[in-house]
């Protein structure tokens, strides 16, 4: 394979059981033109995802040896990577042909784009959204765009308010020039964070309806974890970021927009 376009990464903790299917759609669709990393983030089940992903020549496995969070995992994952764009997928996704030169095209041809994301459909019910990027609230309520809408309600390219870490794309050069992720969420909200820092260093964060990918939705979670979503944790993180990250002035500007 020539210099790949694109690295592809997957953080994996507790996903043995659904990362089999993402691996195979993505060794389907796109593994000649990019580099795929999975980053074992110390889950109980290490050696199921290190024996699944030896099945896969094509896949590079990195092992962490602490349980660092989806933030740090994908910084992790980052540092690896060698293609001009990184794209952080999830593990209980599978991707549809098509998805990824749909994803970066914008990058490429616009440079005031700097992140992108895809239309994201519940996997189990697969003509229902999942989210269209993201919306913050001026309430710190960071909520799924589209979420229950059926399939194709937003059919265009769009500029959003925030994009889904469950699939979004960025150049590395801009990621690694932003510090990458804040590590110090680790999990939820720091797609949000990052997306906020991608617009306030002047750059937009835009949907592709193009880009169609199947979740999962909280595969990874245990039954009781899942009682705790998005919207239940995200007001409490969004005043986290205003405060450490200094955004407490533009942070309703940024909810506003959109």
């Not at 507790?14 to 033109?33: E, F, K, Q, W």
């Not at 980052?78 to 764009?85: F, G, K, N, S």
């Not at 992720?181 to 906020?196: G, H, R």
């Amino acid at each position: 394979m020539s210099a790949p376009a694109a690295s592809i990464i997957i953080v994996a903790y507790n996903s043995a059981a659904h990362l089999g299917p993402c691996l195979r759609s993505l060794v389907a669709t796109c593994c000649d033109t990019c580099e795929i990393i999975v980053v074992e983030n110390a889950s109980p089940d290490t050696a199921a995802t290190a024996a699944l992903v030896a099945q896969f020549p094509q896949v590079r496995l990195i092992t962490s040896l602490d349980n660092v969070g989806f933030a740090a995992g994908c910084n992790l994952g980052a540092q690896h990577a060698t293609a001009p764009y990184l794209v952080f997928l999830n593990p209980d996704t599978v991707v549809e042909a098509g998805w990824l030169p749909a994803l970066l095209a914008p990058l490429k041809r616009d440079p005031t784009i700097g992140m992108t994301t895809g239309q994201l459909l519940l996997l189990h019910q697969p003509d229902t959204i999942n989210a269209c990027g993201l919306v913050s609230h001026i309430t710190g309520l960071t909520l799924c765009r589209g979420m229950g809408l059926p399939r194709g309600s937003f059919p265009s390219e769009q500029e959003v308010n925030a994009v889904s870490g469950a699939v979004c794309a960025i150049r590395r050069e801009l990621f690694g020039a932003l510090g990458g992720f804040d590590a110090t969420y680790f999990t939820y909200v720091e797609d949000t964070d990052l997306s906020w820092r991608v617009r306030l260093a002047g750059y937009r964060c835009v949907y592709l309806p193009g880009a169609i990918v199947y979740h999962e939705l909280c595969a990874a979670l245990r039954p009781a974890q899942k009682r705790f979503t998005r919207n239940a944790t995200a007001p409490c993180c969004c005043s986290s970021i205003c405060v450490r990250q200094r955004l407490w002035c533009t942070g309703p500007c940024c909810c506003l927009v959109n």
